[in-house]
T-cell receptor
Framework: EAGVTQFPSHSVIEKGQTVTLRCDPI?????LYWYRRVMGKEIKFLLH????????ESGMPNNRFLAERTGGTYSTLKVQPAELEDSGVYFC???????????FGSGTRLTVV | KNEVEQSPQNLTAQEGEFITINCSYS?????LHWLQQHPGGGIVSLFM???GKKKHGRLIATINIQEKHSSLHITASHPRDSAVYIC???????????FGKGTLLTVNP
């Protein structure tokens, strides 16, 4: 079984540019989560999809962040325009159901310069 | 104060030593996760606990729901165990994880 795949693994962009992160969950996992670790801080929840619907986006920092999961398969997280404080590692995770274990992706390290 | 506190923040051990990492939380939970992250690597789920104790190889995780405390033990530690170990709790909403800051473990040969 393929794991959770994230792309790209690293991204370096200039302030003001746009970046799109992608997450491919495990096939059949309806639940998809985005998390973020900013330097020196703990990992924090961003949002949760069930299939293509956003169940909870309370962790999204501001309206510069847009997440989508068209068709309930892969998800994208777009940051536009990127700011310096957006730098960090963005993790995606998926699960069969909300009461089940998570499988995490390897993360995307975003650096905004 | 974070809802999930881990101790110690950093831990250095010699190969073969018994390791204990602690996690305390302040909220009601439905499950607690122990996760591992090697340098530059992704996050791997080690255990998901809601009560009692679980064992996998040299790793043992325990949880005391009444005391809101969990421990991760590593027996006969090895340099390949060097990683960040992260405690995360799932609250009553049953899907969102709240993370501790992690414990950086270094096992020297």
């Amino acid at each position: 079984e393929a794991g959770v795949t994230q792309f790209p693994s690293h991204s370096v962009i200039e302030k003001g540019q746009t970046v799109t992160l992608r997450c491919d969950p495990i096939s059949g996992h309806d639940n998809l989560y985005w998390y973020r670790r900013v330097m020196g801080k703990e990992i924090k929840f961003l949002l949760h999809f069930v299939k293509e619907s956003k169940q909870d986006e309370s962790g999204m920092p501001n309206n510069r962040f847009l997440a989508e999961r068209t068709g309930g398969t892969y998800s994208t997280l777009k940051v536009q325009p990127a700011e310096l404080e957006d730098s960090g590692v963005y993790f995606c995770a998926s699960s069969v159901g909300t009461g089940f274990g998570y499988t995490f992706g390897s993360g995307t390290r975003l650096t905004v310069v | 104060k974070n809802e999930v506190e881990q101790s110690p923040q950093n831990l250095t051990a010699q190969e073969g030593e018994f390791i204990t990492i602690n996690c305390s939380y302040s909220v009601g939970i439905s499950a607690l996760h122990w996760l591992q992250q090697h340098p530059g690597g992704g996050i791997v789920s080690l255990f998901m606990l809601s009560s009692g104790k679980k064992k996998h190889g040299r790793l043992i995780a325990t949880i005391n729901i009444q005391e809101k405390h969990s421990s991760l033990h590593i027996t006969a530690s090895h340099p390949r165990d060097s990683a960040v170990y992260i405690c995360a709790v799932r609250g009553g909403s049953n899907y969102k994880l709240t993370f501790g800051k992690g414990t950086l473990l270094t096992v020297n040969p």
